[in-house]
């Protein structure tokens, strides 16, 4: 969260969080708030290359962090021992 807070993504990760409509992505938003390290290392343990990989992500994690968070809440950490 603090990623993409620092990347100035933290309106668009509420949305994904709270209970209203997930708001868009664009996968240079995202490449720019996860950090080339980071891509870096997606790429290399899915084997994609970096348009895909963005482009794939920019369409799951909204839906993926909203089904993790049913509550409109990030869980706390004893609630995410059991993921």
Not at 8 to 16: A, C, K, T
Not at 47 to 58: F, I
């Amino acid at each position: 969260m603090d990623r993409f807070r620092q990347g100035g993504l933290g309106d668009v990760m509420e949305s994904w969080i709270g209970h209203g409509t997930n708001r868009p992505v664009a996968p240079d938003q995202l490449a720019r708030a996860l950090g080339s390290d980071m891509v870096d290392t997606l790429q290399s343990q899915t084997g994609l290359d970096r348009e895909t990989l963005l482009s794939q992500l920019a369409q799951a994690l909204p839906e993926v962090v909203h089904t993790l968070t049913p509550q409109g809440r990030v869980p706390g950490e004893a609630e995410r021992r059991g993921w």
